[in-house]
């Protein structure tokens, strides 16, 4: 017998699938990487924003040093912009890490954490990567025969699934690859009858896409809720994908457990100081929001034309189903990489019938709307 190295839990998980770099997909199909247009991790098809840009090149000056542990300037910019005191912030290295680092800090070995079937794919790995049980509740039914993906989270079935173990839920909203929203009040009725002993990380990733009547106030319940952690992050509406920044908002009891944990140098001098002026960037961040509705009504007006199935979307992405085989996903996946377009494919997800398409600019949807047609035609 050779050495079985690691817990068998770590053994058993099935890494993350990351989007496909533009660089790999030209050299795999021999393209021109002026020609890929990439719309497969949900990034600001904008990029940075200028301010940011010019923060970072000041930044730079003083890369020979640590970064500021504390992130002082950073955490005092988000005190002020979302109106908590600054020991209610913790910062990740993207929001990735605040979710691993919710699910080490909360939950032991012999617990359970509990999320959505067809929710975001770190919430299985951070409950995997410390070995706790799983929780997978499917979303909401129907009896109409459609997809059940539909119809997002399914907040009463998840509050029946909290056992004597569980000590953590994760709820995305909007949830990815999915885009479902749940409104405010629903959330917060929810929040209302989870008990005190179980922790909520309510991921809103995408919630500076939200149209005004969509907004709810959750950094304002998370006075009213110790057991309340709000994670966002820098890497979608604010541009900053590659710099890896994200934070939480929560009482300082959760906030203090999770700093016991965080590496002192998760988020970097660069991406502070990025940070810092993206936060304050208004102009960039409705620049976003605005380019972001236009594409989203672009292509569901595509997805209509060319009669295929798509789930609403309150996020910068769509979920778009593709055929009715379960081989259709990887099949016109595969014709859309070799036309240079790269989206994403959840198949890991348990969703082999559908792709997600980030929105893009203009000139980036039109490509992939023709290429899209192409693909199906064949
Ligand atoms: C993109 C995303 C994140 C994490 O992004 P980071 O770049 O790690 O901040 C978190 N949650 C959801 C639902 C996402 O889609």
Do not use: C
């Not at 040093?65 to 993207?94: C, M, Q």
Request: aromatic share 8%.
């Amino acid at each position: 017998m050779t050495t079985q190295y690691g817990p068998s839990y770590v053994r058993a998980i099935a890494p993350y699938v990351a989007g496909k770099p533009i660089s790999e997909v030209a050299r795999e199909f021999g393209l021109d990487e002026a020609h890929i247009v990439k719309l497969a991790s949900n990034e600001n098809p904008l990029g940075m924003p200028e301010s940011a840009k010019a923060a970072m090149a000041q930044a730079a000056a003083d890369l020979g040093r640590y970064p500021d542990a504390n992130a002082f300037e950073l955490k005092v910019a988000l005190s002020e912009h979302y109106g908590v005191p600054a020991d209610w912030i913790t910062l990740g290295n993207g929001s990735n890490d605040i979710l691993e680092l919710a699910a080490h800090a909360l939950v032991e070995k012999s617990q359970a954490i509990v999320y959505s079937q067809y929710s975001f794919a770190v919430y299985a790995l951070a409950t995997q990567g410390i070995g706790a049980r799983a929780i997978v509740v499917p979303p909401k039914g129907t009896s109409s025969g459609a997809p059940a993906v539909k119809h997002g989270h399914d907040l009463d079935a998840m509050l029946k699934a909290i056992d004597a173990d569980t000590r953590l839920m994760f709820v995305a909203n909007p949830n990815n690859p999915t885009g479902t929203f749940i409104e405010g009040p629903a959330l917060e009725a929810f929040l209302e009858k989870v008990p005190k002993s179980v922790a909520v990380v309510l991921d809103e990733a995408y919630t500076e896409y939200l149209a005004a009547d969509k907004r709810y106030d959750s950094i304002a319940w998370t006075r009213r809720y110790p057991n309340l952690l709000v994670s966002r992050t820098f890497s979608k509406a604010f541009g900053l994908a590659g710099l890896r920044v994200g934070f939480a908002i929560a009482q300082p009891e959760l906030i203090d457990l999770l700093n016991r944990l965080r590496q002192p140098f998760n988020v970097n001098t660069l991406a502070q100081a990025a940070a810092v002026a993206a936060l304050n960037d208004r102009a960039f961040l409705e620049k976003s929001a605005a380019l972001n509705a236009a594409g989203y009504r672009r292509l569901t007006e595509a997805f209509e034309k060319l009669d295929l199935e798509y789930v609403p979307s309150y996020g910068n992405f769509v979920l778009v189903r593709v055929g009715n085989d379960d081989g259709a996903g990887a099949r016109v996946n595969l014709a859309l990489l070799k036309q240079g377009v790269i989206v994403r494919p959840v198949g890991n997800y348990g969703l082999p019938q559908w792709l997600r398409v980030t929105i893009g600019l203009p000139e980036e949807n039109e490509a992939f709307i023709a290429a899209l047609e192409k693909a199906l035609a064949a």
